[in-house]
């Protein structure tokens, strides 16, 4: 497995890392999240990439939406948008009472739901 990366959101630290196909963009790229002190806690984000405007390499750059009237590029190799994931999946999405494993088949529409709106391809 790739090394994990550490994050800190709300005082509790979590491992997580990005794992994508850059020969194929019909194969899903994936945000995998634990819990550091049990680790047995996932959290797993799929983004499917199909019509949405990436910019460049996803491990350097990212892909195209608007957020406020902004343009961004959200790249999900910067801990940035990682922190704003997990908080948003902690705060409303995720029931640890429900069980340790969290699958969220679409990225997209979860970062939808934190206000970014895609830019579709040209």
Known sequence: MKKLRKIVVN???????HNYNDCDYSVPLYLLILLEKDRNIEM?????????AVEKCMLNSGFKATKNSREV??????????????????????????????????????????????????
């Not at 005082?11 to 890392?17: D, M, V």
């Not at 699958?103 to 391809?121: A, H, K, S, T, W």
């Open 44 to 52: 797993r984000v799929k983004f499917p990439l199909m019509d949405i």
């Open 73 to 122: 590029i959200i790249n999900l190799n910067e801990p940035k948008y990682i922190a704003e994931v997990i908080q948003y999946l902690i705060n409303s999405k995720i029931d640890f009472s429900k069980g340790k494993k969290h699958l969220f088949e679409n990225g997209m529409q979860l970062l939808n739901e934190m206000g970014y709106v895609f830019i579709p391809m040209l």
């Open 11 to 17: 005082g509790e630290t979590y491992l997580w890392k």
